[in-house]
């Protein structure tokens, strides 16, 4: 399973739009207090929508605590990464994957990086800013995770439990 872990995350936002990604992808959520927002309804409703009921996530007091319970693979992506997030090699890959981002002020505990610096992924932009949007940056990683593993159990398609299989098939036939 794949595993998105989030280390002291400040904007209610970018975890809500995080949380719609992990739902729409089955992936597990982790959170590493402290969190810069409360999770009930209220605050999370606008970016989670009425995604939040099927989420699958775990709180810990620190990382410490995530990592005594957590075994696999971590990768940290950070602005301070050593190579590039598309290095990551996740095809048949046995041991559960940790992708590792840090809060959006000042990313992950430099002390923890310094630990785990063989493990840290960039990535790439320009110099004209600092790093990217946090959810944005989840949604790069994951689905470069997803892409090497053939997308997994994902419908490649529209579920014809949205709109219907063909949805726009019978559009383009009414315009003609």
Do not use: W
């Amino acid at each position: 399973m794949l595993n998105i872990v989030l280390y002291e995350p400040l904007i209610p936002q970018n975890t809500g739009n995080i949380i719609r990604t992990c739902v729409g992808v089955n992936a597990k959520l982790h959170l590493i207090e402290p969190l810069g927002f409360s999770l009930d309804e209220k605050h999370l409703k606008r970016s989670a929508l009425d995604y939040y009921k099927y989420l699958n996530y775990q709180i810990y007091s620190d990382f410490a605590q995530f990592k005594k319970i957590n075994k696999g693979q971590y990768y940290f992506i950070t602005r301070y990464g050593k190579k590039i997030y598309t290095e990551i090699k996740f095809k048949n890959t046995a041991e559960e994957i940790y992708l590792i981002f840090g809060k959006e002020t000042t990313g992950v505990d430099r002390k923890l990086l310094s630990q785990e610096i063989d493990k840290t992924y960039r990535i790439p932009t320009n110099d004209k800013i600092r790093s990217l949007n946090l959810s944005n940056s989840v949604s790069i990683v994951v689905y470069e995770y997803l892409r090497q593993n053939d997308f997994l159990d994902l419908e490649i398609y529209e579920p014809a439990t949205l709109k219907g299989k063909g949805y726009l098939d019978s559009f383009l036939s009414e315009e003609e």
